[in-house]
């Protein structure tokens, strides 16, 4: 792996999670989501890590409704051949 990115002639150990910069292990910084390099990156990882959770959570609940619509569509169609079949019974 490459030089420490704060100390030069340091090999790094690891990257950063969010911007990749090579860290020796005395300057990564570990938090439940990963290592980092600074707070800033850490703090920018969060807000990433919070807006992509709520694209997957919108995206998830497009997908559910055409499969709802269409079963009340069906339901719909079945509900009206029903009622068509009673008349000519």
């Given at each position: ?30 938090k ?22 709520e ?35």
């Open positions: 792996m490459a030089d420490c990115f704060y100390h030069t002639g340091r090999n790094a150990v690891t990257r950063c999670k969010q911007c990749g910069r090579p860290l020796c292990g005395e300057c990564k910084i570990i439940p989501s990963g290592i980092f390099c600074s707070e800033k990156c850490a703090s920018a990882f969060e807000v990433f890590k919070e807006r992509a959770e694209i997957e959570a919108k995206r998830t609940a497009k997908k559910r409704l055409p499969g709802i619509v269409r079963v009340l569509f069906l339901l719909a169609i079945l509900a009206a051949l029903y009622l068509a079949a009673r008349r000519f019974l």
